[in-house]
């Protein structure tokens, strides 16, 4: 079994949008090849269960169930991220669908065993199913358990997602004062202007307003208010409504996406020079020798000593990559 | 649309979806027969595993069949007493309305949902401290 180029962008997509874009988006065979061994452990099991109890599961009705229970695929995710095996995964899948967790036994002996085994009772309530497993890395199950009292009794009805920060270390930012300009956007959003909300001022509408309509061009940024985004696009002056609008926590959670937010939490210079292409270093570079030769710049004293700093760290790991 | 009682709980940001299914759960185990409707679009999910959460805000939750037919053509009315939970999910907490809080199940209903969104997710659960 293998999967089409529709799939693997489809599972690429909701890959990321289950946050999981910096662990198995970086090695996405791994995890396509991990998905397929789940999807043939499910059937094996399916197989074995009265007709019409479990529904099948194809890679196809995956993508289809996270267009419609996003949260249910997202923890099934994070336990491929985890490690944890097919078996596990299968049974997770079982229990977010509607199975009934009936009871969970974990053993462990230092370096000895590490053995988990869980009984469903799957959604015609009559149906029991078992799971074993002597793989370590099942125990990350246990993270995703939510833990309950039912009268004053344990339970443990299903698995949660954890909440999973957005990643660090992909865009490489150039940020004055009142805007940020991302040099390089590493995965694979192409690259552009952003701003910083924060930060606006009278000085910049004109500015702000090109960029947020870039932004929303670039799928950065939602456009919670339609109409607003298109009066900013004719005119500029209503643009402290919009900033209004994306300075308060609250509406920012709404109007950004992911990407968005990912940018706006780059609120200092250069990140993760490490990182950085040689390419991605001589822009940024580039950059610096600007703000620092111009005599129009923004920047304060600290932030312009800061600024002389990163030109010595980049300088030095160009060196190193030459 | 019913008379009863409000009680809001707080979700720490456990997305709306996510929350609406605990609710169903929670409240299955109680109602092992009961029928869920949308109740934006009054539209009946065939069952908990092929209903699409990922929409869904607001959330009635009857007994059984039989109770849902006798609010469809009562509404609320004394032979109907005590088998309908309304979900409303928001972004931070989800209310529930019940005819009567004091009643055992509603108490365990609303006890076991503020101990599993308090202390029992892993989702920023953390907030709750």
Redesign the interface.
Same mark, same amino acid.
């Given at each position: 079994m293998t999967f089409s180029d529709a799939q693997r962008s489809g599972l690429l997509e909701v890959i990321h949008e289950a946050g999981l874009g910096h662990i198995l988006g970086r090695r996405p065979e791994v995890a396509f090849s991990r998905l397929e061994e789940f999807l043939q452990v499910y059937a094996q099991r399916h197989a074995g269960t009265p007709s019409g109890t479990l !529904?099948v599961v194809t890679i196809d009705t995956l993508l289809e169930e996270h267009? @419609?229970?996003? /949260?249910r695929v997202a923890p099934l995710l994070q336990a491929l991220a985890f490690n944890c095996t097919a078996n596990m995964l299968a049974m997770m899948w079982m229990v977010l669908? +509607?199975s009934t967790i009936e009871a969970i036994d974990y053993t462990y002996r230092r370096e000895q065993t590490s053995r988990i085994e869980v009984e469903l009772v799957l !959604?015609d @309530?009559l149906t029991r199913i078992r799971f074993e497993s002597d793989e370590h890395w099942d125990l990350a199950l246990l @993270?995703?358990v +939510?833990?309950?009292?039912?009268?004053d009794q344990p339970?443990i009805?299903?698995f949660?997602?954890? /909440?999973i920060p957005p990643s660090e270390g992909y865009a490489r930012l150039a940020i004055d004062r009142w805007t940020v300009r991302v040099l390089e956007w590493v995965q694979d959003y192409g690259s552009g202007s952003f701003f910083c909300p924060s930060l606006i001022d009278a000085r910049n509408l004109g500015e702000v307003a090109t960029a947020i309509v870039d932004a929303v061009q670039k799928g950065w940024l939602k456009p919670a208010s339609p109409k607003l985004l298109e009066s900013v696009r004719h005119d500029p002056s209503v643009v402290p409504e919009a900033v209004a609008l994306l300075s308060s926590d609250a509406a920012m959670s709404v109007v950004l996406t992911a990407e968005g937010k990912r940018a706006l939490r780059r609120t200092r210079f250069y990140r993760r020079l490490a990182h950085a292409s040689p390419h991605s270093l001589e822009m940024v570079r580039a950059e610096i020798n600007r703000v620092l030769g111009s005599s129009s710049h923004d920047y304060d004293h600290d932030e312009l000593a800061e600024l002389e700093d990163e030109l010595r760290a980049i300088e030095a790991l160009l060196q190193d990559a030459a | 649309m019913i008379r009863g009682s409000e009680i809001t709980l707080d979700t720490f940001g456990l997305e709306p979806a996510t929350v609406l299914e605990s609710v169903v759960r929670v409240i299955a185990r109680r109602w092992p027969s009961c029928v869920l409707v949308d109740a934006e679009i009054c539209q009946r999910l065939d069952s908990f595993e092929a209903g699409a959460f990922g929409g869904l805000r607001e959330l009635l939750v009857f007994r059984d069949e039989p109770s849902r037919e006798i609010w469809e053509r009562l509404g609320a009315d004394p032979d109907n007493a005590h088998t309908l939970i309304y979900a409303i999910a928001g972004a931070r907490s989800v209310t529930l309305v019940v005819e009567d809080p004091r009643t055992a199940l509603a108490r365990a209903v609303i006890d076991e949902l503020t101990a599993l969104f308090t202390n029992g997710t892993p989702w920023q659960s953390w907030r709750a401290a």
């Open positions: !529904p267009k @419609r229970n996003s /949260h669908i +509607g !959604p @309530r @993270r995703l +939510g833990i309950s009292k039912g009268d339970l009805e299903t949660y997602a954890l /909440h | -």
